[in-house]
């Protein structure tokens, strides 16, 4: 007597079974940021040591400033994606560098915030050691853009920390965020004091990641800090 055959069901025939099917990638058309045409922009990897940043070589500019100021928005609205880059709901949460890689050509780098309010001294200082290693010893670093909420000014620890950024050698760009937020006489005001208290020959530049306000000019100085001036095509 032969053997029945057995039936094989297909995955589109299985019911309450899945197809053993690769992942999907999620694709974002290319989009002009500010005049920079974003082809890829995606999250490589996050490190907690000098000892392990990212095996490719690129150049790097890296976003620093005290919990709450706006720069994983900034950064988000900078390469044209909305969640990209995590925004931390708890100041002082994210302890890690992590790495943007856009357009295959450079890397964004999200540093922890400064100043954590509500961690232990012990913790403060562990990440105000592990940025400076960075700052300091990052070979691949051209430049780094600090924020400071235009609305506040600047206090004494954003003042100090740009301070020893200078004397690493590293270039230094401020940049006054959340303008959307205040009105016409608290911008005056703001940028007046940024330019006072960390001693600028001009205001700085104030961005609004909500509106796309200064995008443009922004990624003229990080092009030009990269070297990347005139390369690059929309």
């Known amino acids: 007597m032969m053997q029945e055959e057995k039936k094989v069901q297909s995955p589109k025939m299985a019911k309450g079974m899945k197809?053993?099917?690769?992942?999907?990638?999620?694709?974002?058309?290319?989009?002009?940021?500010?005049?920079?045409?974003?082809?890829?922009a995606e999250f490589v990897k996050g490190s907690t040591s000098i000892k392990h940043l990212p095996e490719e070589r690129l150049p790097q500019i890296?976003?620093?400033?005290?919990?709450?100021?706006g720069k994983s928005s900034l950064m988000n609205a900078l390469m044209g994606r909305k969640d990209l880059v995590k925004v931390g709901r708890t100041p002082g949460k994210t302890r890690e560098l992590?790495?943007?890689?856009?357009?295959?050509?450079?890397?964004?780098?999200?540093?922890?915030g400064v100043g954590f309010a509500?961690?232990?001294?012990?913790?403060?200082?562990?990440?105000?050691?592990?940025?400076?290693?960075?700052?300091?010893?990052?070979?691949?670093?051209?430049?780094?853009?600090?924020l400071v909420d235009v609305r506040h000014g600047g206090h004494a620890i954003d003042i100090e920390t740009v301070e020893n950024i200078h004397a690493s050698g590293c270039p230094v760009l401020i940049v006054a965020s959340k303008r959307d937020k205040a009105n016409q006489s608290e911008l005056s005001k703001g940028l007046r004091s940024i330019?006072?208290?960390?001693?600028?020959?001009?205001?700085?530049?104030?961005?609004?990641?909500?509106?796309?306000?200064?995008?443009?000019?922004?990624?003229?100085n990080i092009l030009e800090a990269l070297g990347l001036t005139g390369q690059e095509n929309v």
């Open 118 to 146: 509500k961690v232990s001294n012990s913790k403060r200082d562990q990440m105000s050691d592990f940025i400076r290693d960075y700052v300091e010893k990052c070979k691949d670093l051209k430049g780094l853009v600090y």
């Open 19 to 40: 197809a053993n099917l690769p992942p999907k990638v999620k694709h974002h058309a290319p989009v002009v940021v500010g005049g920079y045409k974003i082809v890829s």
């Open 98 to 112: 992590n790495f943007f890689k856009v357009n295959n050509r450079f890397f964004l780098v999200d540093l922890p």
């Open 195 to 220: 330019r006072e208290n960390f001693g600028l020959e001009q205001n700085p530049l104030s961005v609004s990641s909500l509106k796309k306000f200064g995008l443009d000019a922004l990624w003229q």
């Open 62 to 69: 890296a976003f620093l400033g005290r919990s709450n100021v």
